[in-house]
């Protein structure tokens, strides 16, 4: 019975340990770096992201995330369309589905 003492030891200083681990790593390591900023943690220096390239050009609003940068605007929904008009990448034109079946405008 006398194991059973020792071994409640030392599972109380384990768990105090990592306890302690937990609640002062935080305060530790933390820096005011912004949400997407990189931080050394060896010199506690937070650093921006870099620049956007000067090659770089943003799809148009408008455009969905997977169409080509030379999309033209989406026309104004039809009366007779069920829904707003999408892009389609297969046809490489706005339009609808209608039925299962697509329907460029």
């Given at each position: 019975?006398?194991?059973?003492?020792?071994?409640?030891?030392?599972?109380?200083?384990?768990?105090?340990?990592?306890?302690?681990?937990?609640?002062?790593?935080?305060?530790?390591?933390?820096?005011?770096?912004?949400?997407?900023?990189?931080?050394?943690?060896?010199?506690?220096?937070?650093?921006?992201?870099?620049?956007?390239?000067?090659?770089?050009?943003?799809?148009?609003?408008y455009?969905?995330?997977?169409?080509?940068?030379d999309?033209p605007?989406?026309p104004?929904?039809p009366?007779?369309?069920?829904?707003?008009?999408?892009?389609?990448n297969?046809?490489?034109?706005?339009?609808?589905?209608?039925?299962?079946?697509?329907?460029?405008?």
């Amino acid at each position: 019975m006398r194991w059973f003492g020792h071994l409640a030891a030392v599972i109380a200083v384990a768990f105090l340990l990592m306890a302690a681990a937990v609640v002062t790593r935080p305060g530790v390591s933390s820096a005011e770096c912004g949400p997407n900023w990189s931080r050394n943690p060896t010199t506690n220096e937070c650093k921006p992201p870099p620049p956007v390239p000067a090659w770089y050009t943003p799809p148009p609003p408008y455009a969905p995330s997977f169409a080509p940068l030379d999309v033209p605007p989406p026309p104004p929904r039809p009366s007779w369309a069920p829904h707003t008009p999408m892009w389609s990448n297969g046809y490489h034109q706005w339009g609808v589905y209608v039925g299962g079946v697509w329907v460029p405008l």
